[in-house]
């Protein structure tokens, strides 16, 4: 029993964190343009693309420093082509656009890499267990977790002491106050969804050396991702980073108990903090509603 | 009577005649009769929905969860309690519309993008239910083994069951029906208030407006007619689909909306037309269907974001 409850507690772990990793993304986008990306997930799709197809050239280390680059790249392109015009309309319209980019980036991955599942490889010394006791966690998994404890320290030391990151911080918080001091605050919303796109990109090569790839690997992410936000508080990074480790950890351990559960319970935990705490654990009263 | 007015009930009549000789042009066009049904279907769905979104300003997301539990709540009746058509259309549409009443007590109060997002995860747990339950909801394979039943009247009965073009001017009455009863509630006290919202929230409230029960009130009556459409596709298909419950259907639902113009009392049911075409003829020529139909939608986003309706409108107009 103990052995189950720890497997699936470091499954939980290592779950929530990649809804950190994509939530965080989603999160700093919506937080400073009020833009919902549901093309999120298909750019966590489109990284792991990347990365199959660098993989061959520069090696599974390349490509987990190059590919969300790339994906970073693809988010600014998109922002400029499409998302910037529709910052100044109702908040109705980006999420519509979105909507059909992600059935385009979707449908780009289909045409190009093919519908049925792709493996990405990962090094040998990755895929082996850490001790035959402990055989489920493999080398893979621990490396994930530290990839997104980097990223995401990453994350808020870039926040917190450049001067990029304190835009971003105070844009946030009043982004007017922030146009009116100087600062460019179209070019700090581009920035801004590229270092989400980037991180959605970071997530989509971990994923698919633990799961594989196939174009529609982000819808699966994407719901989890919302939940995270919503639980944690709109508003708070800090708050979806809690909330995506808290549903992630949740769902793994009411498999233990009750796997046909498993999915819903996400969607429990959400309806309990809507009707108690309406704002999300850490969320700012008043921020988006 | 001015030159807009004359235009609108010239409209409405156009579409009363096309709808209602449907069957008898559309197989010159290469169509079939349940592909019109269809298209009203979708329109109905997202006529309902226009009600929240372009009539009062709230973004929903997840509209395909009371589509989907008034086909499912349909195709149950039909299966395990009575073989009445009626009857099971009651039912479904009860069951959409309460499900979408009591989430909309949870909802009133977020707003934006917020609102969009909790409605999508709402959505989201009725897709698990019918998903998981597999003895009850049949699961992945969706539910079957109900068809619908004839029409009996008493004196005579009508066989919707197997004429297509019987079970086509069935689905015409309830969408004429239910259309009338939406421009009947636009029309009222109420619906002008939907509008205040709309427009601005804020001085609204000021008016003195209870803001939250009339967005809840709306959202609700939304439901009950998208729950509506919903039994009728499960009429349709003699099938509930789970699909029909995802978040996909949602935003096929939002997108039939906003290509056909969501300020317009007509709009969706050109988008449905539309939609309908794209998905029919698009896939059939290439598996990229996505793709074209992402990139129209796209288009019309950035483009022309009052739809088609909303064009044609403003050409009539200048």
Same mark, same amino acid.
Not at chain 1, 43 to 58: E, R, V
Not at chain 1, 238 to 265: C, K, N, Q
Not at chain 2, 24 to 35: D, M, S
Not at chain 2, 44 to 68: D, E, I, K, P, Q
């Given at each position: 029993?103990?052995?189950?409850v ?10 929530g964190?990649?809804?950190v990793?994509m939530a ?8 400073l343009?009020?833009?919902v990306n549901?093309?999120?997930g298909n750019?966590?799709?489109? #990284?792991?693309?990347?990365?199959f197809?660098?993989?061959?050239y520069i ?7 190059v590919?969300?680059?790339?994906t970073a790249v693809?988010?600014?392109v998109?922002?400029q ?6 910052y100044?309309?109702?908040h ?14 979707q449908?780009i991955?289909?045409y ?16 082996t ?7 489920f966690?493999t ?8 990839v997104?404890?980097v ?20 844009g ?7 146009s ?6 179209a070019a700090l919303?581009?920035?801004?969804f590229?270092v ?7 997530? #989509?090569?971990?994923?698919? #050396?633990?799961?594989g790839l ?5 819808d ?11 639980v ?7 708050g979806?980073l809690l909330?995506?480790?808290?549903i992630?950890?949740?769902?793994a351990?009411?498999?233990v108990v ?5 999915e819903?319970?996400i ?6 903090v ?8 850490l969320g700012?009263?008043?921020m988006l509603? | 009577?001015?030159?807009?007015t004359?235009?609108?009930y010239?409209t ?7 709808l209602?000789?449907a ?5 010159l066009l290469?169509?079939?009769t349940a ?6 279907v979708f329109a ?7 009600m929240l ?5 709230v ?13 499912y709540?349909c195709?149950?009746f039909?299966?395990?309690?009575a073989?009445?058509?009626?009857l ?6 009860l069951?959409g ?18 609102f ?5 995860a709402?959505?989201q747990?009725?897709?698990y239910?019918a ?10 394979d ?17 066989d ?6 019987a ?6 009455t309830?969408?004429?029906l239910?259309?009338a009863a ?5 029309r009222?006290?109420?619906g ?9 929230e ?7 407006l ?5 967005i809840w ?5 939304s439901?009950?007619f998208?729950a509506?459409a ?14 029909g ?11 039939i909306?906003?290509m056909?113009?969501?300020r ?14 794209l998905?029919?003829y ?13 990139l129209?939608f ?5 483009f022309f974001?009052?739809g ?6 403003k050409?009539a107009r200048?």
């Amino acid at each position: 029993m103990l052995q189950v409850v720890m497997f699936n507690l470091t499954n939980g772990l290592i779950v929530g964190a990649f809804y950190v990793l994509m939530a965080l993304g989603l999160s700093m986008i919506i937080n400073l343009s009020n833009v919902v990306n549901f093309a999120h997930g298909n750019f966590l799709a489109l #990284g792991g693309y990347f990365a199959f197809t660098l993989t061959p050239y520069i090696g599974f280390w390349g490509a987990l420093l190059v590919s969300p680059i790339l994906t970073a790249v693809f988010g600014y392109v998109i922002e400029q082509l499409m998302i910037k015009h529709v910052y100044a309309r109702n908040h109705i319209y980006s999420l519509l656009l979105t909507f059909g980019l992600g059935f385009i980036v979707q449908d780009i991955c289909r045409y190009i890499w093919g519908p049925s599942p792709l493996p990405l490889g990962i090094p040998d010394i990755l895929s082996t267990p850490l001790t035959p006791d402990l055989f489920f966690i493999t080398w893979y998994r621990v490396f994930m977790v530290v990839v997104v404890i980097v990223a995401v320290s990453g994350l808020f030391a870039f926040l917190r002491f450049t001067r990029v990151g304190m835009r971003i911080r105070a844009g946030t918080l009043d982004l007017d106050t922030v146009s009116a001091l100087g600062v460019n605050v179209a070019a700090l919303r581009s920035y801004n969804f590229a270092v989400g796109s980037y991180l959605a990109g970071l997530a #989509g090569v971990l994923a698919a #050396g633990q799961i594989g790839l196939n174009p529609n690997m982000g819808d699966d992410l994407i719901m989890p991702s919302f939940i995270a936000i919503i639980v944690g508080g709109v508003g708070s990074l800090t708050g979806t980073l809690l909330g995506g480790l808290l549903i992630g950890v949740a769902a793994a351990l009411t498999t233990v108990v009750m796997p046909s559960a498993s999915e819903a319970v996400i969607y429990v935990i959400m309806a309990i903090v809507l009707l108690l705490r309406p704002r999300g654990l850490l969320g700012e009263e008043g921020m988006l509603s | 009577m001015n030159g807009l007015t004359v235009n609108k009930y010239a409209t409405t009549a156009i579409i009363w005649i096309l709808l209602l000789t449907a069957p008898f042009w559309l197989p010159l066009l290469g169509g079939y009769t349940a592909l019109a049904g269809r298209v009203l279907v979708f329109a109905l769905a997202a006529m309902s929905f226009n009600m929240l979104l372009g009539f009062t300003g709230v973004m929903s997301f997840g509209h395909a969860a009371y589509f989907g539990l008034g086909a499912y709540g349909c195709g149950l009746f039909l299966k395990f309690v009575a073989a009445s058509t009626p009857l099971a259309i009651l039912a479904g549409t009860l069951l959409g519309g309460v499900a979408g009443t009591l989430f909309g007590l949870l909802l009133v109060r977020r707003r934006g993008v917020y609102f969009a997002m909790v409605t999508i995860a709402f959505g989201q747990v009725c897709f698990y239910i019918a998903y998981k339950w597999d003895d009850f909801t049949g699961g992945y394979d969706g539910l079957r083994g109900f068809v619908r039943a004839p029409l009996d009247f008493g004196l005579f009965k009508i066989d919707i069951t197997n004429n297509a073009n019987a079970f086509y001017f069935f689905i015409v009455t309830i969408f004429g029906l239910a259309a009338a009863a939406q421009a009947f509630i636009l029309r009222s006290p109420f619906g002008r208030t939907m509008l205040a919202i709309r427009e601005n929230e804020r001085r609204a409230r000021f008016l003195g407006l209870p803001i939250e029960r009339h967005i809840w009130l709306s959202f609700s009556i939304s439901c009950f007619f998208t729950a509506l459409a919903g039994s009728l596709y499960a009429l349709l298909n003699n099938f509930a689909d789970p699909l029909g419950l995802n978040y996909i259907m949602s935003g096929n639902i939002v997108m039939i909306t906003v290509m056909g113009g969501m300020r317009s009392f007509w709009g969706p049911l050109v988008g449905a037309v539309l939609f309908v075409m794209l998905q029919d003829y698009v896939s059939s020529m290439t598996t990229n269907w996505m793709f074209f139909v992402g990139l129209t939608f796209v288009c019309v986003v950035l483009f022309f974001p009052r739809g088609l309706m909303g064009m044609l409108q403003k050409g009539a107009r200048t």
